[in-house]
């Protein structure tokens, strides 16, 4: 995870490890990253969550449709820089 200290320093840190048994897919991924965030009690902080965009979580659950990034990783590293 990464957040701004006092400073305006970003920080990154590891918040949890979790083994996935069975199907690693969206649905199942979405409810262990949520219990994480109910765990640490940070639920009401997250304001986004970034995945790799792998196969198993292009996924949109309700209509089974693939989603596309709205910004590209390069676009998003310009801003970065700016």
């Known amino acids: ?12 840190a590891c918040l949890a490890i979790r083994r996935v048994i069975g199907q690693c897919n969206y ?3 979405a ?18 969550t970034v995945t790799d965009s792998g196969s198993n979580v292009l996924e949109d ?8 990034s709205e910004i590209s990783d390069r676009e998003f590293e310009e801003d970065q820089h700016q």
């Open 61 to 68: 659950p309700i209509d089974g449709e693939t989603q596309k």
């Open 27 to 29: 649905e199942v991924l």
């Open 31 to 48: 409810k262990l990253v949520e219990a994480i965030h109910e765990e640490f009690d940070i639920t009401a902080k997250i304001t986004a």
């Open 1 to 12: 995870m990464h957040w701004i200290n006092n400073d305006l320093e970003r920080v990154s």
